[in-house]
């Protein structure tokens, strides 16, 4: 048995690329066919496996009259995002279902999801890891539900000024990413990069489909050192009026040098010792 498995390694499945299941399967079959049952039958090297099975098989129960279901059903419910579980991949379910119990049902090519006897979801199996199959109707309405009167109006605010938010914010709905704090994080970083850089990075990363405002924040940095450009500081100013709308009379440093130059030419005295040491 262990030779089998290592010659079905070795022979077939090394270095092997296929696109899904049914091209798998497909040149396993010609492999059987053209490879595996050409080998010299063990016992008798004048033999072939194909030549032992065809003789062995007359001897052998017939196979039942209906295959072998390979179906798998389970119950299952999504967390806090409209995403199920299945084999080590998520599977989009409409956002209204979220934490409702609900039944998978999955067989070789699709993954079905109901509630109760009504279907509300179906996939094409993944058979990689980590993979989220979305079906972007399941998100629909979704991310205009209201988080918070704020979060709307700046959400509102952000889309008018870089229409590109629109998808981002759909985006962070579709993979769990907090609106209310990505909102936010887009806010600061108009502030502080200012309107075409911030463009720029959210069009970007709504072109790689990356959700994470990090992200946006990171190619804004980017896109700044690029330039040469110093983002510039955000600053709290207090809501009482008249406070936002002060400004300060910009003066020229070298009115300053005299003092310097003085500072240099004048004898320390006692009274500016003291001064020192009382300071």
């Not at 007359?58 to 059903?73: E, H, I, M």
């Not at 199996?125 to 979305?134: E, L, P």
């Not at 990356?210 to 809501?239: G, S, W």
């Amino acid at each position: 048995m262990e030779r089998t498995i290592r010659f079905v390694r070795d022979s077939f499945a090394t270095g092997r690329v296929y696109r899904d299941l049914a091209d798998a399967n497909s040149q396993l079959s010609e492999w059987v066919d053209k490879i595996a049952n050409r080998r010299p039958w063990p016992d008798d090297r004048l033999q072939t496996v194909h030549d032992v099975w065809q003789d062995e098989q007359q001897r052998l129960l017939s196979l039942p009259a209906n295959d072998l279901s390979s179906t798998l059903k389970r119950p299952t419910r999504s967390g806090k995002t409209p995403l199920v579980r299945f084999d080590r991949n998520d599977y989009s379910i409409p956002y209204q279902l979220v934490g409702k119990p609900l039944t998978l049902i999955a067989n070789d090519d699709d993954v079905k999801i109901f509630e109760a006897d009504s279907e509300i979801a179906r996939h094409k199996r993944s058979y990689d890891q980590g993979q989220r199959i979305i079906d972007r109707s399941h998100f629909i309405g979704a991310y205009e539900r209201r988080p918070g009167a704020e979060t709307v109006t700046a959400r509102a605010y952000l889309t008018a000024l870089i229409p590109a938010t629109n998808r981002l914010f759909e985006l962070m709905v579709e993979h769990g990413v907090g609106l209310g704090a990505g909102v936010a994080k887009i806010l600061s970083l108009i502030t502080e990069y200012g309107e075409a850089v911030v463009g720029r990075a959210v069009g970007e990363a709504v072109t790689k489909e990356i959700a994470r405002p990090a992200f946006v924040a990171q190619l804004c940095q980017r896109y700044a050192l690029e330039k040469k450009a110093t983002p510039t500081l955000p600053i709290d100013l207090p809501d009482r009026p008249g406070v936002r709308e002060l400004t300060t009379k910009t003066h020229d440093p070298s009115n300053y040098d005299h003092l310097a130059r003085n500072s240099d030419n004048k004898k320390p005295e006692e009274g500016d010792k003291l001064a020192c040491c009382a300071v």
